[in-house]
């Protein structure tokens, strides 16, 4: 390698020089080094917490709920299925290519990069290292500056867990991640926003590596006229005020019967007083905005459009937006065109679920669609939209099962990873023929004059 190609892959070569040794591959490796994540993370548990409180001012429940404890479900089935999920795929093999044998290998792909964002610093971080550790691969790990707190314990855990050449974790500001993007990896996995994504795949495109795209949108909530709006309303406000609406899944908005709006209204009023009290901003359970540009940006989109029916409170020092609600937000303004992220929830109304359906479909694909009532409706709604995920009568709560691939669609991303969809996606799937030579069939040499049976075997 001349002078200059090793500047440029500076990062990378440790890690190539590692994964060449052949360690990662063993499945005794991964699965211990799983084992020892797992150990690490318990072992600093207070410490993970006070970061996250320092980050974010996560309570120590919600970063369990949202974070630690996924992560740490997240190994437990990757060690409990992982000797399963490496062997060989056996499969069939058209006759004519009798005695061939076919199966499908799954190789690690080599060393990885991984960016993740700061609203789950941890969980974010670590769920896809799981799926590419499972695999067998390398991994460089670039944390968000904007959870200082939560990167500093990583680099701690990943330090005590693996050597510097096979998981190596690299912080600092953009300017860390232009460079890293410049050098040549074998896979890429970012979460985030959009516009950085397609940044993402314009830098992988210059090598053809591979991505995954873990982005966001606007993800709709759909109250049918059956639903039981109680419910609906408290699940509804829940996946929209966990972690301050700083969550990719979080109900951007909500469409309610022009019936129903009054109720639904008071129900979600009701919801963040049993959650939060009388004050959230007092409250040790709600979370804040991650820096003040961002709580800036909250609030004039608070008041870019409609009315403020519930919260509104804004402390831009404290970075405080509390748990709000709006109606007669028009549809072209400009909280219904961004992603809000934040603890803002417009709420629409409708007429005919039909309304809602075009609606939904004239925008880009989101990450989630969120449907409340009687299961027929839930049906044509599922059946005549598209979404990275869904869930009916609840919100948030499929990116929580290990067993369900979780991804966008369209603009709200590309590939699917949790479980076993992790160890696929860092996996190249080998596709292998194994021929033998105690018979060698002359059916499929030139000149070809047994065609017409021939096709009958394939």
Same mark, same amino acid.
């Given at each position: ?22 360690? +990662? ?18 072992? =600093? ?20 709920? +949202? ?85 500093? *314990? ?10 510097? /050449? ?7 500001? /953009? ?8 050098? =040549?990896?074998?896979? &890429? ?63 951007? !908005? ?61 402390? *831009? ?9 709006? &109606? ?41 669609? !969120? ?17 990275? /995920? ?16 979780? /991804? ?51």
């Amino acid at each position: 390698m001349v002078e200059s190609e090793t500047r440029k892959e500076e990062y990378t070569i440790p890690l190539r020089e590692f994964f060449d040794k052949g360690t +990662t591959r063993e499945i005794a490796c991964r699965i211990g080094r799983l084992r020892a994540l797992r150990r690490a993370i318990t072992g =600093r548990m207070e410490e993970i917490n006070a970061a996250l409180w320092s980050d974010l001012r996560k309570s120590g429940g919600e970063a369990y709920l +949202t974070e630690i404890g996924m992560v740490l479900g997240e190994i437990d089935y990757h060690v409990k299925h992982l000797r399963r999920w490496v062997k060989p795929r056996r499969l069939a093999t058209p006759l004519a290519f009798w005695p061939s044998k076919s199966r499908i290998m799954y190789e690690p792909y080599g060393v990885v990069l991984i960016i993740a964002p700061w609203n789950y610093p941890f969980q974010l971080l670590l769920e896809p290292l799981i799926g590419a550790i499972s695999a067998g691969n390398c991994a460089v790990l670039k944390p968000s500056p904007f959870a200082p707190a939560t990167a500093e *314990v990583i680099k701690k855990i990943v330090a005590a867990v693996f050597e510097p /050449g096979h998981v190596t974790v690299f912080d600092g500001e /953009g300017d860390v991640v232009e460079q890293l993007l410049k050098e =040549r990896f074998d896979y &890429i996995f970012f979460t985030g926003g959009p516009r950085f994504g397609q940044h993402v795949m314009e830098m992988a495109a210059k090598h053809l590596t591979p991505v995954t795209l873990e982005l966001g949108g606007k993800s709709p909530c759909i109250v049918g006229r059956g639903a039981n709006v109680e419910i609906a309303a408290r699940r509804t406000a829940w996946g929209k005020f966990i972690n301050a609406g700083q969550t990719c899944v979080a109900p951007d !908005y909500v469409f309610v019967h022009e019936d129903q709006r009054t109720e639904f209204v008071e129900a979600v009023r009701l919801a963040v007083k049993r959650f939060y009290g009388d004050c959230p901003y007092e409250s040790p359970d709600y979370p804040r905005i991650v820096h003040r540009e961002g709580t800036e940006r909250l609030a004039r989109l608070m008041h870019s459009s409609g009315q403020v029916v519930v919260g509104g409170e804004v402390n *831009v020092e404290e970075k405080y937006i509390a748990p709000t609600v709006l &109606i007669d937000v028009e549809s072209d303004s400009p909280i219904m065109r961004e992603e809000i992220f934040g603890p803002i929830l417009p709420v629409l109304t409708y007429r005919e679920i039909d309304d809602v359906i075009r609606f939904v479909n004239k925008r880009e694909k989101p990450l989630a669609l !969120y449907y409340f009532g009687p299961e027929r409706e839930a049906r044509e709604v599922l059946n005549r939209t598209s979404s990275g /995920g869904a869930c009916v009568n609840d919100t948030i709560v499929h990116l929580a099962n290990p067993r369900l691939p979780f /991804g966008g669609v369209g603009m709200s991303g590309i590939g699917k990873y949790h479980g076993k969809a992790s160890f696929e996606l860092f996996s190249n799937l080998r596709s292998v023929v194994k021929s033998f030579t105690f018979f060698d069939n002359h059916f499929r040499y030139a000149p070809y004059k047994h065609l017409n049976l021939l096709k009958k075997f394939m």
